[in-house]
T-cell receptor
């Protein structure tokens, strides 16, 4: 089945550690996105990528880093510089990039829940 | 950037029609309006998308007035399984970033 796979589903981290969340898609989509969701809140955009080897900061990029070496993969690293990393992280993709006239449907993964101990 | 405003919560009963309105006063010419549904601890799921007038699919209708400064998601005959958070999303075109609002938490009661 085509879709987006995020791993791990649950992750615990000690303060000061970097962690990397995986996001893989087999939909042949050009664009990929990372969002953060806090309890009772909406989704906030961290980073997005329109094509391979290109990515742009979203509203809350500080303390995060990404790479887009392959079309299928868009991993997110939560660095020790992120002061409040405990959250639910969602990866998404779309057929066309965010600058396309038609935003197209966003396909989301099941999410990764990160807890800092 | 086109920000959106939605009611924080709504209550309904099974079998009723539910209308959720989203305000987006700064919508740009090329922006589309998209609605998503999210259940707890899951990723949002696409419901419907439109640009102007009315769009209908098998699960919902989307009404967009001529000035496009608002839109209304209509869910016919809701059931308990429609209890979720509904997000109105405005974006694409020249603005790039896809901005989600805080969503509307719909509670359907028996």
């Amino acid at each position: 089945d085509g879709g987006i796979t995020q791993s791990p589903k649950y992750l615990f981290r000690k303060e000061g550690q970097n962690v990397t969340l995986s996001c893989e898609q087999n939909l042949n989509h050009d664009a990929m996105y990372w969002y953060r969701q806090d309890p009772g809140q909406g989704l906030r955009l961290i980073y997005y990528s329109q094509i391979v080897n290109d990515f742009q900061k979203g509203d809350i990029a500080e303390g995060y880093s990404v790479s887009r070496e392959k079309k299928e993969s868009f991993p997110l690293t939560v660095t020790s510089a992120q002061k409040n990393p405990t959250a639910f992280y969602l990866c998404a993709s779309s057929r066309q990039g965010p600058f396309a006239q038609d935003t197209g449907e966003l396909f989301f993964g099941e999410g990764s829940r990160l807890t800092v101990l | 950037l086109a920000k959106t405003t939605q009611p924080i919560s709504m209550d309904s009963y099974e079998g009723q029609e539910v209308n959720i309105t989203c305000s987006h006063n700064n919508i740009a010419t090329n922006d589309y309006i998209t609605w998503y549904q999210q259940f707890p601890s899951q990723g949002p799921r696409f419901i419907i998308q439109g640009y102007k007038t009315k769009v209908t699919n098998e699960v919902a209708s989307l009404f967009i007035p001529a000035d496009r400064k608002s839109s209304t998601l209509s869910l016919p005959r809701v059931s308990l399984s429609d209890t979720a958070v509904y997000y109105c999303l405005v974006g694409g075109g020249s603005q790039g970033n896809l901005i989600f609002g805080k969503g509307t938490k719909l509670s359907v009661k028996p």
